[in-house]
């Protein structure tokens, strides 16, 4: 369970914007990260393509940590490892829990189908929970913010000019065909990984490792186009495959992109047993999975089975957990937590409740518009759609107050940005000071309020005069522009992300600027279809939070990929001045010079006002049957769900 990409995902409707893969665990599909606007919703990549691509780079993460080759089992991106050599497993599992037992969970994103098992593609909807069958070279653990441990690989040598990484892997490592993983299976899956056959994410998060070489069956090197501190760490998570998954028996081979249910064969601990419909799929552990007494495996993979089911709305959803359907249910609607996750189970105590603190940064979760439409290029028409957002009544009359409202895109950790820019930050700013705002040199910005002595009449009015600036002036019944075009949009959702009522107050405040937005619902797949062919006007995704950003950044705000279809730059954003800040960025060789490019970049977002930012938590919110059990210790870390499919157990006779 490691491996993955970075991407954007489509949120749930409000919640705590705090789902994040961070510990280099296959995260379920994908591409941005639930979202929150009642609570936050699951993530979009393909959406199956993502959440391993988010794994790959948050297992990537963990970087180099000394110029000089040398074989190590871990490296990190500034500094060393919390885990000294030798350890016996991370602090946040249970090197005891017992094992066995099956857990059954619902929907873990926006799915309400799949048809395909493979997650590296770009058409179609991979089965949930199938990251479980891949393993990458290295691993993250959930309580350090930048760090990879051994997993296929049993040392890691990064090269004295930083130009590329070399890993030997654990001669134990095989696949679930009994086959050795071997360093040719690690370059096959690099390179299909990077061809037009996979997802073009991959492609993006890889783009700077130029080759993958095989120096012996045991060792693979990496090799880079530029010295980044990032790339040995991104190189450590490419997703493992073994060069037979798609061979015939006649030595033939099925395209990378054609295969669809044909078995995985990868090296994970977990088993493909059986599946129904496209709607339900039963794994098993591995009875031989090879790495089950690795330090980075002691304490997890405790249950016997994980079964998914796959239900058609957040109603079936929530109904089937209070009929005992399911064993686990993360809510992300603040909403539902107080008003609906109620019952007489709960009253019984047969199932629980209980909020979790991580730390892992709220991300952006928001209304992201597309640049590629006319209407969205003036950044006045972007800020006066911000104005018109009523957080404050939101929160008060739908969210019970359970959020806080973003103001950055690295909300709640040290990447975000405030007051005035420091002299590093200027460093970067000041030669890009002709094709920037001049406020993004001025204080940071402050998102409107409605909150006394703030009104929405006064942010309305704002809103108008910035239209009238930008050339958008009411007659006939609506905003027009010079040429008598009324201002209108389509807001697109799919339909069971449960943010009717947040677009609703939305369209209010609109219609009183004389905007005409209309709300369009679709089923998810057709939503990620729309969304990869950037045919959308305005829509929200969830960019998850992170602690270490970099190669994500990159694909999701990079000119060089805003006209490829199903890239992660979704808003289109084409910026000279941002591309130059990103590369400051991923050549970073110190913390500080990461923290001064970091917000740099978020200061130009921000003052670009490419999305109306919503809102995020600081906890997780779960509801469980009190059979299950977990560690004492929490991780820092972690998306709920993964950490519940990996450090939970069943308790004894539960």
């Known amino acids: 369970?490691?491996?993955?990409?970075?991407?954007?995902?489509?949120?749930?409707?409000?919640?705590?914007?705090a789902d994040i893969d961070a510990a280099g665990r296959p995260a379920a599909a994908r591409r941005f990260a639930p979202i929150a606007p009642i609570a936050p919703i699951a993530p979009i990549a393909t959406i199956a393509t993502i959440g391993l691509l988010a794994q790959a780079l948050l297992t990537?993460?963990?970087?180099?940590?000394?110029?000089?080759?040398?074989?190590?089992?871990?490296?990190?991106?500034?500094?060393?490892?919390?885990?000294?050599?030798?350890?016996?497993?991370?602090?946040?599992?249970?090197?005891?829990?017992p094992k066995g037992g099956t857990l059954v969970l619902a929907n873990p994103d926006r799915l309400t189908s799949f048809d395909k098992f493979n997650p590296f593609t770009l058409r179609g909807n991979s089965a949930?929970?199938?990251?479980?069958?891949?393993e990458s070279l290295t691993t993250g653990s959930m309580d350090e913010p930048a760090s990879a441990y051994g997993l296929l690989a049993d040392d890691i040598a990064i090269a004295p000019d930083g130009m590329s990484v070399t890993f030997h892997l654990n001669p134990r490592a095989t696949f679930s065909n009994g086959d050795p993983v071997?360093?040719?299976?690690?370059?096959?899956?690099?390179?299909?990984?990077?061809?037009?056959?996979?997802?073009?994410?991959?492609?993006?998060?890889?783009?700077?490792?130029?080759?993958?070489?095989?120096?012996?069956?045991?060792?693979?090197?990496?090799?880079?186009?530029?010295?980044?501190?990032?790339?040995?760490?991104?190189?450590?998570?490419?997703?493992?495959?073994?060069?037979?998954?798609?061979?015939?028996?006649?030595?033939?081979?099925?395209?990378?992109?054609?295969?669809?249910?044909?078995?995985?064969?990868?090296?994970?601990?977990?088993?493909?047993?059986?599946?129904?419909?496209?709607?339900?799929?039963?794994?098993?552990?591995?009875?031989?999975?090879?790495?089950?007494?690795?330090?980075?495996?002691?304490?997890?993979?405790?249950?016997?089975?994980i079964v998914y089911k796959l239900y058609g709305d957040g109603t079936?959803?929530?109904?089937?957990?209070?009929?005992?359907?399911?064993?686990?249910?993360v809510e992300y609607i603040a909403r539902n937590w107080v008003r609906r996750d109620v019952g007489k189970r709960f009253d019984s105590g047969e199932l629980l409740k209980r909020e979790f603190r991580q730390h892992n940064g709220a991300g952006m979760q928001g209304f992201m518009m597309n640049l590629r439409r006319p209407m969205f290029q003036d950044v006045r028409v972007r800020r006066a759609l911000d104005l018109a957002f009523d957080f404050e009544w939101l929160n008060r009359e739908l969210f019970y107050g359970g959020y806080t409202r973003l103001d950055s895109y690295f909300a709640d950790t040290e990447l975000q940005a405030?007051?005035?820019?420091?002299?590093?930050?200027?460093?970067?700013?000041?030669?890009?000071?002709?094709?920037?705002?001049?406020?993004?040199?001025?204080?940071?910005?402050?998102?409107?309020?409605?909150?006394?002595?703030?009104?929405?009449?006064?942010?309305?009015?704002?809103?108008?005069?910035?239209?009238?600036?930008?050339?958008w002036h009411?007659?006939?019944?609506?905003?027009?522009?010079?040429?008598?075009?009324?201002?209108?949009?389509?807001?697109?959702?799919?339909?069971?992300?449960?943010?009717?009522?947040?677009?609703?107050?939305?369209?209010?405040?609109?219609?009183?600027?004389?905007?005409d937005a209309r709300f369009r619902t679709a089923d998810f797949a057709l939503l990620q279809k729309r969304l990869d062919a950037f045919d959308y006007d305005m829509t929200t995704l969830r960019y998850p939070g992170e602690q270490v950003p970099g190669a994500q950044e990159v694909s999701r705000f990079s000119s060089k990929f805003a006209d490829?279809?199903?890239?992660?730059?979704?808003?289109?954003?084409?910026?000279?001045?941002?591309?130059?800040?990103?590369?400051?960025?991923?050549?970073?060789?110190?913390?500080?010079?990461?923290?001064?490019?970091?917000?740099?970049?978020?200061?130009?977002?921000?003052?670009?006002?490419?999305?109306?930012?919503?809102?995020?938590?600081t906890t997780h919110r779960v509801a469980y049957k009190r059979t299950l059990d977990y560690p004492l210790t929490l991780p820092l870390y972690y998306s709920a769900e993964d950490w519940v499919v990996s450090t939970w157990w069943i308790k004894p006779g539960g």
């Open 182 to 305: 071997t360093a040719a299976d690690v370059k096959y899956s690099f390179d299909t990984l990077k061809s037009p056959q996979a997802a073009p994410q991959f492609g993006a998060f890889f783009a700077d490792i130029a080759r993958a070489v095989v120096v012996d069956a045991a060792t693979v090197r990496f090799e880079f186009r530029t010295k980044s501190r990032e790339l040995p760490l991104i190189a450590g998570g490419v997703p493992v495959f073994s060069r037979k998954w798609g061979q015939r028996a006649d030595g033939t081979r099925i395209p990378f992109d054609q295969l669809a249910f044909e078995t995985p064969i990868g090296s994970g601990p977990y088993l493909i047993d059986h599946y129904e419909n496209g709607r339900t799929i039963t794994y098993r552990r591995d009875p031989h999975y090879w790495g089950a007494d690795l330090p980075v495996r002691v304490g997890t993979n405790n249950f016997a089975r």
């Open 60 to 97: 990537a993460l963990a970087m180099l940590a000394a110029p000089a080759a040398h074989a190590a089992y871990a490296i990190a991106q500034y500094g060393e490892p919390k885990y000294p050599p030798g350890f016996k497993h991370f602090d946040y599992v249970n090197p005891d829990a």
């Open 474 to 515: 009411y007659r006939d019944g609506a905003l027009r522009n010079a040429k008598g075009e009324p201002f209108a949009f389509e807001i697109l959702d799919d339909s069971g992300g449960g943010m009717e009522g947040v677009v609703t107050a939305y369209q209010r405040n609109l219609a009183k600027l004389g905007i």
């Open 418 to 471: 405030t007051g005035l820019p420091s002299a590093g930050e200027l460093a970067l700013l000041d030669p890009l000071r002709k094709q920037l705002d001049p406020a993004v040199f001025g204080p940071m910005v402050v998102q409107p309020s409605t909150a006394a002595p703030g009104s929405l009449r006064a942010n309305l009015l704002a809103a108008r005069a910035l239209l009238a600036e930008a050339g």
């Open 316 to 329: 079936a959803r929530l109904e089937a957990f209070k009929a005992g359907e399911y064993d686990v249910l």
């Open 564 to 617: 490829e279809p199903g890239s992660d730059n979704i808003i289109g954003l084409k910026s000279p001045a941002v591309d130059t800040i990103l590369k400051a960025l991923t050549v970073a060789q110190t913390r500080e010079q990461m923290l001064d490019a970091t917000h740099a970049l978020d200061r130009v977002l921000m003052h670009g006002y490419y999305a109306v930012p919503q809102w995020y938590s």
């Open 128 to 134: 949930p929970g199938i990251g479980m069958l891949f």
């Open 1 to 17: 369970m490691t491996m993955g990409l970075p991407r954007a995902v489509k949120p749930r409707a409000a919640a705590a914007l």
